[in-house]
T-cell receptor, first 114, second 113 residues
Framework: GNSVTQMEGPVTLSEEAFLTINCTYT??????LFWYVQYPGEGLQLLLK?????DKGSNKGFEATYRKETTSFHLEKGSVQVSDSAVYFC?????????????FGKGTKLSVKP | EADIYQTPRYLVIGTGKKITLECSQT?????MYWYQQDPGMELHLIHY???????EKGDLSSESTVSRIRTEHFPLTLESARPSHTSQYLC????????????FGQGTRLTVV
């Protein structure tokens, strides 16, 4: 079945450090891939997405590239800020399948220290 | 701004009470979802719907029930609340196809005492 695996946290970085959060997926067909962010006390909001192989999604300095050959969609940011402290979820969406065609990873908590 | 709303934001209720968590969206989305989020942050799908009169159970067994009488409305009901139901509940909706993203409400923090 379809699944998403992302690196476990928590991840603690100093301000201006480089961030990578790994995400790999298993899916039949050609899924779309997403990164969502959840700030404390809030729901999830879309951070970026990619809908086909080699697409790069980007937003707010974050980037992720859809790599079909390695079934990966790693999230990166060159210089994190304290305001980036949040929980990050990798997700995929497919045609067909179970669970409403939407699968999330377990989430990675990021804390950025000044 | 996502047009999906959950009420209440916070609810403290006694054991045995019946509660309904409301979720409404104005985007005309057919797909809607309820997730339970544990303190470790993982999302657990408890119910979803593909459209009016369609409801399915998710991968986490739940004593709650849902209904989908109108496209925009997807309420979740607990007939008899217990302390084990204490959690964060998130509602989401999604358009058709795999290319579209899901939109989330701000969540309901439920505490059963």
């Amino acid at each position: 079945g379809n699944s998403v695996t992302q690196m476990e946290g928590p991840v603690t970085l100093s301000e201006e450090a480089f961030l990578t959060i790994n995400c790999t997926y298993t899916a039949t067909g050609y899924p779309s891939l997403f990164w969502y962010v959840q700030y404390p006390g809030e729901g999830l909001q879309l951070l970026l997405k990619a809908t086909k192989a080699d697409d790069k999604g980007s937003n707010k300095g974050f980037e992720a590239t859809y790599r079909k050959e390695t079934t990966s969609f790693h999230l990166e940011k060159g210089s994190v800020q304290v305001s980036d402290s949040a929980v990050y979820f990798c997700a995929l969406s497919t045609y067909g399948g179970s669970q409403g065609n939407l699968i999330f990873g377990k989430g990675t908590k990021l804390s950025v220290k000044p | 701004e996502a047009d999906i709303y959950q009420t209440p934001r916070y609810l403290v209720i006694g054991t045995g009470k019946k509660i309904t968590l409301e979720c409404s969206q104005t985007m005309g989305h057919d797909k809607m979802y309820w997730y339970q989020q544990d303190p470790g942050m993982e999302l657990h799908l408890i119910h979803y719907s593909y459209g009016v009169n369609s409801t399915e159970k998710g991968d986490l067994s739940s004593e709650s029930t849902v209904s989908r009488i109108r496209t925009e409305h997807f309420p979740l009901t607990l007939e008899s609340a217990r302390p084990s139901h204490t959690s964060q509940y998130l509602c989401a909706s999604k358009g058709q196809g795999s290319l579209t993203e899901a939109f989330f409400g701000q969540g309901t923090r439920l505490t059963v005492v």
